[in-house]
């Protein structure tokens, strides 16, 4: 006889605990590298931790637990949100309507991890659950938003087998795009070079030239190589973009504190550093095979720094150590002549009003034709010379 499900939500990462939380977002990890560094629960309670998310932010944290007899099968990192900031996937629109149809759209129930448009599972299971651990999470969650009125339920940067299974249980599927590097096997930033147009391949030649001649060096830090006194430095820059781009940064500086102690393997950190001083810096994070560019900022403005350090270090870092692909953020099109290429990314949502649903759901296939049809002309007009365009097409 099968156990009875159990769906619990739980304000703090810590009632979970870290050994059933990691055991559902990266069993494959073991002693090595987890496959998604957002999801972990270093990360995830780093920024709960920091006061990044919680009261205040917007970002309530009611992380679901799915249990089945004493053994935790799924988890999710699901949030109460009061503002559609910081998820890159954006519902504003939807607000505006709902609001003034006469509705409530916020609070709405969000499953996601915070300030952070990457790719990754976000229905968390257990090895052997995945249909019914996935299962469980987003009826649990919709329960939730059908016992407290709540208007919708969203689960954004999914993977796409989540958005597809999604989908078959009566959820509105939704498609983006990013821009992402994939590493055809490049021996090294040369050969990657030499799979580019003539003109492009000129261009990122001369702009790395450029910013490599800003008058000081460029240096990659990871694990502990990484000081404090770095994250002094990064901390500015951070502020300096957050504050030009989104008003309020979303990170604490207490949050670079708790990195440097727990996550500072999981980060590199590319740093130009003129007279001993950083001037610039780009953070991102590590996964198994993919490096995620995250944050970027710089006290000194030097020509083509940002396109070195957020994009060509990133990609020197992947090829050197044989990783599949960099996500370089959200937006974007200039990364398309920088050998980044479209790509779609996924959510999905639950509406529970019927007649905004529907209208929803309309919008979203003509979203969806429009953005495959985005995909494939810039896809067309990549960097590549023609028959490695063929080849990806």
């Not at 952070?116 to 257990?126: I, S």
């Not at 991102?284 to 970027?296: A, C, H, P």
Request: glycine residues 10%; proline residues 4%; negative net charge.
């Amino acid at each position: 006889m099968t156990e009875a499900l159990e769906i619990t939500t739980h304000p703090s990462i810590r009632e979970i605990g870290k050994g059933d939380w990691d055991a559902c977002a990266c069993p494959e990890a073991g002693s090595a590298r987890p496959a998604d560094p957002f999801t972990t629960f270093r990360f995830l309670s780093a920024l709960e931790e920091s006061g990044s998310v919680g009261r205040g932010t917007g970002w309530q944290p009611h992380y679901l637990c799915a249990k089945q007899g004493d053994r935790v099968i799924a988890v999710a990192p699901m949030y109460a949100k009061t503002h559609s900031q910081g998820e890159y996937m954006f519902d504003h629109n939807w607000a505006h309507a709902y609001e003034n149809g006469g509705g409530q759209y916020y609070p709405k129930l969000q499953i996601a991890v915070p300030f952070t448009p990457a790719t990754g599972r976000r229905f968390l299971t257990r090895p052997g659950f995945d249909v019914v651990g996935m299962s469980a999470i987003l009826q649990g969650a919709i329960q939730i938003a059908n016992d407290n009125r709540l208007s919708s339920v969203h689960a954004t940067f999914c993977t796409e087998a989540e958005s597809l299974a999604g989908q078959e249980m009566g959820l509105l599927g939704r498609v983006g795009q990013q821009f992402h590097w994939l590493n055809n096997d490049y021996g090294d930033f040369d050969t990657f070079l030499g799979s580019l147009s003539s003109r492009k391949r000129k261009n990122i030649r001369k702009e790395r030239a450029t910013a490599q001649g800003f008058g000081g060096e460029i240096v990659n830090l990871t694990g502990d190589a990484i000081r404090p006194e770095h994250w002094d430095a990064f901390w500015q820059f951070y502020q300096d973009t957050g504050n030009r781009k989104w008003g309020t940064p979303y990170l604490t500086r207490d949050f670079f504190d708790i990195a440097h102690e727990t996550l500072r393997d999981d980060i590199l950190l590319s740093l130009a550093v003129r007279d001993g001083t950083p001037v610039a810096g780009a953070m991102s994070l590590i996964g198994r095979e993919t490096l995620f560019g995250r944050y970027w900022g710089c006290t000194e403005h030097h020509p083509c720094l940002h396109f070195e350090l957020c994009y060509y270090q990133a990609l020197d870092y992947a090829i050197a150590h044989g990783m599949k692909r960099v996500e370089a953020g959200a937006q974007g099109e200039h990364k398309l002549a920088r050998g980044y290429l479209p790509t779609a990314t996924h959510s999905l949502h639950w509406v529970g009003d019927a007649g905004f649903r529907d209208a929803i759901a309309r919008y979203l296939k003509a979203e969806k034709n429009a953005i495959d049809h985005e995909i494939e002309v810039l896809t067309s007009y990549g960097p590549f010379r023609k028959e490695q365009r063929e080849e990806q097409q």
